[in-house]
């Protein structure tokens, strides 16, 4: 049985089993990444990020400047566009396994979201997801334990989203997330869940404060989701009105995450700052 070289890591609880692909030829079905993710017959993971030069990828990209294309598929092997998390450990796995170094302008990596750019911090990375936007509509979503139904607003940074506002820590807690919430109506692509309790005081020192936990689409629940991290506190920052505060501070099962907002001529950019560790090495049959 051949056997591949891994890598796994994680962003706040996170985690990821990361391969290195330099040159295209490792093709791995949805199956396989199933049974990587799995966690009492695998590794154990949310999700599997394998690291494609750009040029072997297939994938269109008409920047040259990224050099490396981040494949993401979710723990049921299903295909991804974006991953907050995943793309802060991808750098990490590239700089600290020597195939790429990260300048201080950043590093430019292509995603199916588009090309997004990492900058190092003191205690981790900061990524940039692009302008985010306001898809229409605001969608019921049920969950488990959830004693009435609430409106969700739908918020897109690259992957979908809708966001849930809940009353109290308590409701947060009781929540049974096991079982993907109900959207209705149900997206097209389906999307991730975050459900979100905003702080009291919401901002403390211009910093706008919650806690949020997420179902994800492919993954079920999660300790931590970076773009869910990003589309709560957006959410949380659209009710909140004017005067809202531009940096966030997002309380997750698995730590603490970063969100900002930079507006530039082209919109409101998105930037997500967290972590990112890689814990062990091994190697795996396929």
């Not at 949805?30 to 990828?57: E, F, K, M, N, Y």
């Not at 969608?139 to 409106?151: E, G, K, S």
């Not at 702080?199 to 919650?210: C, F, K, Q, T, Y």
């Not at 001529?265 to 795996?284: Q, Y």
Request: hydrophobic share 40%; with cysteine; glycine share 12%.
């Amino acid at each position: 049985m051949p056997t591949i070289e891994f890598t796994k890591g994680h962003g706040t609880a996170n985690d990821f089993v990361l391969i290195a692909d330099p040159e295209g030829g490792l093709e791995i079905t949805a199956d396989q990444v199933a049974a990587i993710c799995d966690r009492r017959t695998g590794v154990g993971a949310d999700g599997v990020l394998r690291a494609v030069r750009t040029s072997a990828s297939g994938e269109a990209c008409d920047d040259p400047s990224a050099e490396w294309f981040m494949d993401y598929r979710n723990a049921d092997g299903s295909i991804a566009q974006m991953c907050g998390n995943g793309i802060r450990v991808f750098v990490r796995f590239l700089q600290d396994t020597g195939l790429a170094e990260v300048p201080a302008e950043g590093i430019r990596i292509l995603t199916r979201a588009g090309v997004k750019t990492v900058v190092e911090t003191a205690d981790g990375f900061e990524a940039d997801l692009g302008v985010w936007r306001l898809p229409p509509g605001e969608p019921t979503v049920h969950a488990d334990r959830l004693v009435v139904p609430r409106p969700g607003l739908p918020i897109d940074v690259g992957n979908p989203h809708v966001v849930v506002a809940l009353a109290s820590d308590d409701e947060l807690d009781a929540l049974d997330l096991r079982d993907a919430p109900r959207i209705d109506p149900e997206p097209a692509d389906g999307a991730n869940v975050e459900f979100v309790v905003p702080a009291e005081p919401l901002v403390v020192d211009g910093l706008g404060l919650i806690r949020m936990r997420v179902h994800e689409r492919g993954s079920g629940e999660t300790q931590s989701c970076g773009t869910g991290a990003v589309a709560a506190a957006l959410a949380i920052r659209h009710y909140a009105g004017a005067g809202a505060p531009d940096e966030w501070i997002v309380q997750v099962p698995g730590g603490v995450l970063g969100v900002r907002v930079e507006r530039r001529d082209d919109g409101e950019h998105a930037w997500l700052s967290g972590p990112a560790v890689l814990v062990f090495d091994g190697a795996l049959g396929l």
